[in-house]
């Protein structure tokens, strides 16, 4: 299939940034998008031009590296789909594709269609972590878990932290990475310890960098993981109750 882009390009994060035109032919539609780009890239470097930047890693929706608007949708707005596992058969031949990076004040761009999305390193840094030392792997029973509790910390962890839900979202709110983070970790008894000093952190960290949730709901709709939005009612609640439980600590210290 034949294609054109519509490509961003932008040297770097502080110079001017614009569309450019590039032909992508000859496209086996069982390419992913990637290897669309990097048939794309192949072709620029043998007429001499700078290749496109793109962030990418496990190719496989596993890692969360790769985050692209394509046609102003996160991933290209299928359900459940990276853009490391979109195929080309999803397009027309002759379709005309815009390809943006991501757009968030959080997300600066670094080039092209790389963005730098470090904001979330801190936000996990200020408490996506248990303090405990776990040890070896325990005996399975040792530590009860309800199977219902432990599904849903398994779909909150199942976050990649890629940024569409940012991306999506018309504030550019974080709160459903932060709200996963947080669940897959406060649901369990090993994240008991630290469950409300983590979420005051991780959330009061979110603020520094991104708007706050109006229940939109387009983060839902571009996670590539189908993560649900109930994680960011779990969140609020334990930010509540945070509020309460942890000024009522440094007031008895
Ligand atoms: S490159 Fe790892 S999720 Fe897409």
Partial sequence: MDLTLRVWRQAGP???????EYRAREISEDASFLEMLDVVNERLTLEGKEPITFDHD???GICGTCGI????????????TAT??????KFGNGDVIVVEPWRAAGFPVLKDLMVNRSAFDRIIEAGGYIGVDVGSAPEANLIPVPKAVSELAMDAAACIGCGACVAACPNNAAQLFTAAKVAHLNLLPQGQPERFARVEAMVDTMERFFGSCTNHGECEAACPKSISIDFIALLNKDYVRAKRINR???SRA
């Fill in 14 to 20: 502080d110079r001017p940034g614009a569309f450019e």
């Fill in 58 to 60: 496990c190719r496989e």
């Fill in 69 to 80: 608007m394509i046609n102003g949708k996160p991933h290209g707005g299928q359900k459940g």
């Fill in 84 to 89: 490391c596992q979109l195929h080309m058969r």
């Fill in 248 to 250: 009522a600590m440094v």
